[in-house]
């Protein structure tokens, strides 16, 4: 039998990178996949790459930042598929990069918009419909969850802020059969990263004592095991996927 066979799984950001590569690893392990990206051109291209497959998807347009939207996303796919059992909270941006003492207010307020908000938007509105069965909750963090960097505060402090979220939501649901876990992955091949120059790649490579830089296809690996029953005794935790990155 299939890891996640008769699941109804959201994943948000599903239009490219982790989101995509999760996307279409659960659907190959039997999940009814709900697509939401802001993107719909990439929603919709990721729904067919998993209808080619055989699998079973659907597109919602959604912006991760607002409260309603996130509302809407969960009633249609208990609407569709009739309960929610996993949800992937990944949609995130880099934000501008500069020093704290002059950072952009603007650039400020839309990376904790996304990457924080948006994630504490997703768990108030799909803790509640996983209440009658249990689920799995997967936050996308970073190893910047865990670690600083300069010039990037908004992201380091939002990703930070979804590590302690994960684990205060985390104790709050343990006994209604809920877990919710935080993933850090390293520094990944993703669009994300598509604009640095060759020589900033080669300093990030050089950061990861593994040599290289991740494949999205590996962190949605450790997604899946967390999303499974395989991991039934795991909730609270959160999990670097980094190459050796934090163990310096």
Do not use: C
């Not at 990206?37 to 929603?43: F, H, P, R, T």
């Not at 969850?145 to 302690?164: C, D, E, L």
């Not at 790649?201 to 999303?227: D, F, N, V, Y």
Request: aromatic share 8%.
């Amino acid at each position: 039998m299939k890891q996640l066979e008769n699941k109804t799984a959201i994943i948000t950001g599903a239009g490219s990178g982790i989101g995509r590569s999760t996307a279409l690893l659960f659907a190959k392990e039997g999940a009814k996949v709900v697509v939401s990206d802001i993107s719909e051109a990439n929603g919709n291209s990721v729904v067919e790459e998993i209808k080619k497959l055989g699998g079973e998807a659907f597109f919602v347009k959604a912006d991760s930042s607002k409260a309603a939207d996130n509302e809407a996303l969960v009633k249609q796919a208990v609407e569709k598929y009739g309960s929610l059992d996993i949800a992937v909270n990944n949609a995130g941006i880099g934000g501008p990069l500069g020093a704290t003492g002059e950072y952009p207010l603007d650039g400020w307020q839309k990376v904790i918009d996304i990457n924080l908000s948006g994630v504490f938007y997703g768990l108030r509105y799909q803790i509640p419909a996983m209440l009658p069965n249990g689920g799995s909750i997967i936050n996308i963090a970073s190893i910047l969850g865990q670690a600083g960097t300069k010039f990037s505060p908004a992201y380091v402090a939002a990703k930070h802020g979804v590590v302690g979220l994960t684990k205060a939501a985390a104790l709050e649901y343990a006994d209604k059969n809920i877990r919710i876990n935080s993933v850090g992955p390293g520094y990944i091949k993703t669009p994300l990263l598509s604009s640095l120059d060759e020589a900033t790649m080669k300093a990030l490579i050089g950061l990861h004592p593994i040599g290289r830089l991740g494949e999205s296809e590996e962190i949605a690996e450790l997604i899946l095991w967390l999303a499974s029953s395989k991991s039934s005794f795991v909730t609270g935790t959160y999990y670097a996927a980094d190459g050796g990155y934090l163990a310096q």
